[in-house]
């Protein structure tokens, strides 16, 4: 693991808050796509929607300092092009040194919490697009979970909208993540069938005025060939909560990566919780999976 001045960090957030906003605007940015035109990001904007675990351990991401410790060994990887997170995992990242040259992606809604009763209603607590120029990070994120059954995905749908929309008018590309999902015995179910993860793209590629700056983050499913056949919007797809084989994942990441349309991908808890503990190892071979040797 990279260690990581943590005092440095306290004492920061402490006396000098204002640190952030100076070190944010000074940093070095990248332009979005170079080289072979892919991107490999980190997420780590689980913790905000109280989403704190791994396989079956309901609080792996409790650790905020071994969390911090995962991302800065994925971030000086060969291979690793930026990372997405809420305003408060940014921040420490910046104070910490670690985001000159990344591509640094902005989670926005964070409200629907996992488990909650008002889960599908997806308020936007976190990033607004105001707030990611502000602050000069590189894309915006969105998770659109979509219920037919539940109103409140109708609040997250109109939301969602107006971000695009404003994002569209700022320059800023959007990267927007649908699901169908449904509630089964008091939980969020994603519907990850082929069939539905196509309803879900032709959703959400149509929210807002301008579909000119929307990419999409999206699940590998069975038969990702039709699911891409379904728009023509850049598409990076996403890990997901780990299960099964990682060999198994890893196989299922680089058939997906061949298709037309796709352009990386966007992976948190598999990578940085990898099942035999290396991180390193699983951010390498992710990193050749997207951008070769």
């Known amino acids: 693991m ?11 957030r402490a006396t000098q808050p204002e640190r952030i906003g100076e070190i944010l605007a000074s940093r070095t940015r990248r332009e979005l796509i170079r080289g072979d035109g892919r991107l490999f990001i980190v997420a780590a ?4 929607r ?68 008002f889960e599908m209603d997806d308020r936007y607590t976190a990033y ?30 109109e939301a969602t909208a107006l971000a695009v929309s404003e994002a569209a008018k700022c320059g800023i590309p959007i990267m927007l993540e649908p699901f169908m999902s449904s509630w089964a015995n008091g939980r969020v179910k994603n519907d990850l069938t082929t069939d539905a993860v196509i309803l879900s793209i032709a959703i959400a590629e149509g929210l807002g005025n301008s ?17 891409m056949a379904a728009t023509t919007l850049p598409t990076l797809l996403l890990g997901g909560d780990p299960v099964g084989e990682q ?27 990898p099942s035999d503990g290396n991180v390193e190892a699983a951010i390498d071979t992710a990193a050749e999976l997207v951008h070769g040797a």
């Open 128 to 157: 607004d697009i105001d707030k990611i120029k502000r602050d000069r990070l590189d894309f915006a994120k969105n998770l659109v979970r979509i219920n037919l059954e539940d109103a409140g995905s109708l609040a997250t749908l």
């Open 50 to 117: 109280g989403a704190l675990g791994v396989r079956n351990d309901a609080n792996a991401m409790a650790n905020r300092y071994d969390l911090l410790e995962s991302i800065a060994t994925a971030l000086s990887r060969p291979g690793v092009d930026g990372v997405l997170g809420t305003p408060d995992i940014i921040d420490d990242l910046a104070l910490l040194g670690l985001l000159d040259d990344k591509i640094v992606v902005g989670s926005m809604n964070r409200g629907g919490l996992w488990g909650s009763s």
């Open 211 to 227: 579909s000119a700056y929307s990419w999409l983050k999206l699940p590998v499913v069975a038969d990702m060939a039709r699911v």
């Open 45 to 48: 904007d689980h913790r905000a």
């Open 247 to 273: 060999e198994e994942t890893f196989d299922s990441w680089r058939n997906a990566l061949g298709l037309p349309g796709v352009r990386g991908l966007v992976v948190g808890r598999s990578l940085l919780y």
């Open 2 to 12: 990279t260690t990581l001045d943590f005092d440095a960090l306290r004492h920061a």
